[in-house]
């Protein structure tokens, strides 16, 4: 829970720009944190973690590019 907490805080500065979401930004952040524990867990290493960071930082951008010019 600690790590899912510590991984959710840097995402709050987001609420400052956009409050609307708040449900997103206070959801999506800890599930993502205790999925990224898990993995670190069952694989022993920080990769597998890594890479879904990852692929959801690309799938937001993409999301947030679509969104404006559509």
Known sequence: M?????????????LT???????LVTVLPPAF???AGWLRLTSGSIFPG???HGLA???TAVVAMVGTTG
């Open 50 to 52: 890594w890479i879904v």
């Open 2 to 14: 600690i790590q899912a907490v510590t991984f959710t805080l840097p995402h709050l500065p987001v």
């Open 57 to 59: 930082n690309v799938a």
């Open 17 to 23: 720009v956009e409050p609307s979401l708040w449900p």
């Open 33 to 35: 944190g205790l999925m």
